[in-house]
């Protein structure tokens, strides 16, 4: 049998979170000159923002994604810099993965992991495809 409830006793997740909170910083990663240091953990906003990014063309989703990682103005500079969406990805995975974990990854691994990611993706995409056969061209070409 359980103790009744006491009203008078209330579970502070605020205290615990700021015992629980001292200052720590994870790896730092240089790009187009400046130096970022990840946080030691995922903040949630960018493990929400990454699930809806993943299928999304808009720039203000990855630029809000990003912001909480590397600040609200590190799209705009890595654009200006050049960066390709490959280059991006490359970040964000070992960003992610550097996180949690400093030194985990390395910058090649994190490139290959992105372009086996990326095999995967457009094998998946072509296995949704209708494959031509001789109907289907000779329906097409005449």
């Known amino acids: 049998m ?5 009203r008078d006793q209330v579970a502070d997740f605020d205290a615990f979170f700021a015992e629980q909170n001292e200052v ?6 240089r790009l187009y000159g400046r130096e970022y240091v990840l946080p030691t953990s995922l903040p949630l906003l960018f493990t929400l923002q990454m699930e809806r990014v993943q299928n999304s063309s808009d720039p203000d989703d990855i630029r809000r994604l990003l912001a909480s990682l590397f600040g609200p103005r590190a799209l705009d500079e890595w654009a200006e810099n050049g960066m390709s969406d490959r280059q991006l990805g ?13 030194g985990c990854l390395s910058i090649a691994e994190a490139v290959e992991l992105y372009d086996e ?8 995409g072509e296995e949704g495809k209708e494959r031509p056969t001789p109907k289907t061209i000779a329906a097409g070409s005449g």
């Open 117 to 124: 990611q990326e095999k995967d993706r457009q094998e998946e």
């Open 90 to 102: 490359v970040v964000l995975l070992w960003s992610a993965a550097n996180a949690r974990e400093p």
């Open 24 to 29: 720590r910083f994870g790896a730092t990663l």
């Open 2 to 6: 359980t103790e009744p409830h006491n």
